[in-house]
């Protein structure tokens, strides 16, 4: 079985991320739906058990664009990563999960938007276009044990670290085996070389600008309604969470006027929304 060292300066970009064998056919992404200063326990113990199993990467992916383009980046210059596992929940405010398995499946347009994704923002413009196909063919499958948007139960797929565990392991093996529908054995190295790119330029909007009020109120707006408690209670007055969102981004209503987040399990997406707010 084709097995290759990663040239000199993999992974070539930095993020949030734990890097393991080498020469693991995969890596483990975990979606972060908060901020980077309030990573729940829960994500922290999949992405240890990527890298405790064996996965050449584990990390976090946050975002749909520069986030994913660092993610490609340091795939596409190990040739032996051939499968992703995707985990934990989606992020409501960029969906990068769903952007993940959309590029792979759909590829981009001319202007490098991801095909098939309702994200704000799923523009690949830092990278050249052969690095995104590249990526596409290298990887010849997505393990998608992804939760929806908000979900608490750590007994689910996509929350248990001992399924991720368990995915990675199937990755490994010699023989086909079959792992929650998908077919998974250690196919080989990607038999061309690897590509070490460094992203040189900086996203000038999709990140920034989605945490900018004055850009965009609706950006701002979706950015804010991720951390919301989603319920459509109407107690705020407002007939849904998204048009208090946008009435928040809009600097029409304040945060104490929903009182579910008063709450004390909803103390951490508070102080997200509060920094945020601050922004």
């Given amino acids: 079985m084709l097995k290759v060292k990663p040239p000199d300066g993999y992974p070539p970009e930095q993020g949030r991320y734990m890097r393991g064998n080498d020469y693991s056919p995969v890596a483990v992404c975990v979606i972060l739906d908060t ?35 660092k993610m490609v980046c340091n795939i596409v210059a190990n040739p032996n990563i051939r499968y992703v596992v995707l985990c934990g929940r989606e992020s409501p405010g960029h969906l990068p999960g769903e952007s993940l398995v959309a590029l792979k499946e759909n590829g981009v347009t001319d202007t490098k938007q991801i095909i098939g994704t309702g994200a704000p923002t799923p ?53 086909p085996v079959l792992f929650m529908g998908y077919e998974l054995y250690d196919i080989g190295a990607y038999p061309e070389s690897a590509i070490c790119h460094k992203i040189a330029s900086k996203l000038s909007q999709p990140q920034q600008d989605i945490l900018q009020p004055g850009k965009s109120r609706l950006a701002m707006g979706l950015a804010l309604l991720k951390f919301l408690p989603k319920t459509n209670c109407r107690e705020c007055g407002r007939r849904t969470c998204l048009a208090f969102a946008i009435e928040l981004a809009q600097g029409k209503c304040r945060l104490e006027e929903c009182p579910i987040l008063e709450q004390p399990e909803f103390a951490t997406d508070k102080q997200a929304l509060t920094k945020l707010l601050e922004q």
């Fill in 123 to 175: 523009y690949l413009h830092n990278i050249p276009m052969e690095l995104i196909e590249r990526f596409r063919n290298q990887i010849a499958g997505i393990v998608n044990l992804l939760c929806q948007p908000g979900e608490k139960d750590t007994g689910l797929a996509g929350l248990d670290p001992k399924v991720v565990e368990k995915a990675v392991w199937s990755c490994y093996q010699e023989e």
């Fill in 35 to 69: 901020f980077d200063f309030a990573i729940p326990p829960e994500l922290n113990a999949l992405v240890m058990a990527g890298v405790d199993s064996g996965a050449a990467l584990s990390g976090l992916l946050q975002t749909e664009n520069m986030g994913l383009e």
